[in-house]
């Protein structure tokens, strides 16, 4: 599969024999949602049905290796992703604080050629701005990033 390495395909493969606790060469949600666990990803019980159905193209309810390498391997991008926007905060929050305003968040989106008009960068603050004090935090950022992300896709 596309996107992840030998190496990353091998470890998919001993997390996935791991947790095919009945040696069935599927997962069913249970295991799956321990396995996830395992390898450092939280999920609820609904992402964990969300994330089967969006894989499981034989609708059996179960994974076989194949669906769950295709699985993890969005999950691993999403993952990756996050800690870009994360990388991406540190460097806009030139004074450490915590938060960015919008003079920040606009020169982001001029930077990354994102086709955001200044009412639009305002609304995004507004809609993300947890507390409602015109700044975004690291959280509110990765929100509305990963949202502005996929509009410009």
Do not use: Y
């Not at 666990?37 to 992402?47: P, V, Y």
């Not at 969006?54 to 994974?63: A, E």
């Not at 606009?106 to 639009?120: H, N, Q, T, Y």
């Amino acid at each position: 599969m596309q996107g992840i390495t030998d190496e990353q395909r091998s470890e998919l493969r001993e997390a996935f024999d791991m947790f095919d606790t009945d040696s069935s060469g599927t997962i069913d949600a249970k295991e799956l949602r321990v396995a996830m666990k395992a390898l450092g990803f939280e999920t609820s019980a609904q992402e964990i049905r969300d994330m089967m159905a969006s894989v499981d193209v034989d609708q059996s309810g179960t994974l076989d290796f194949e669906e769950f390498v295709e699985m993890m391997t969005k999950k691993m991008g999403e993952r990756e992703a996050k800690q870009e926007l994360v990388r991406v905060f540190a460097i806009l929050d030139e004074q450490g604080r915590g938060m960015l305003s919008f003079r920040d968040l606009r020169r982001l989106a001029v930077e990354l050629e994102l086709p955001f008009s200044d009412k639009e960068v305002e609304d995004m603050i507004r809609v993300a701005d947890s507390d409602g004090d015109g700044e975004v935090t690291e959280a509110d950022f990765v929100r509305i990033m990963s949202v502005a992300s996929s509009k410009s896709v």
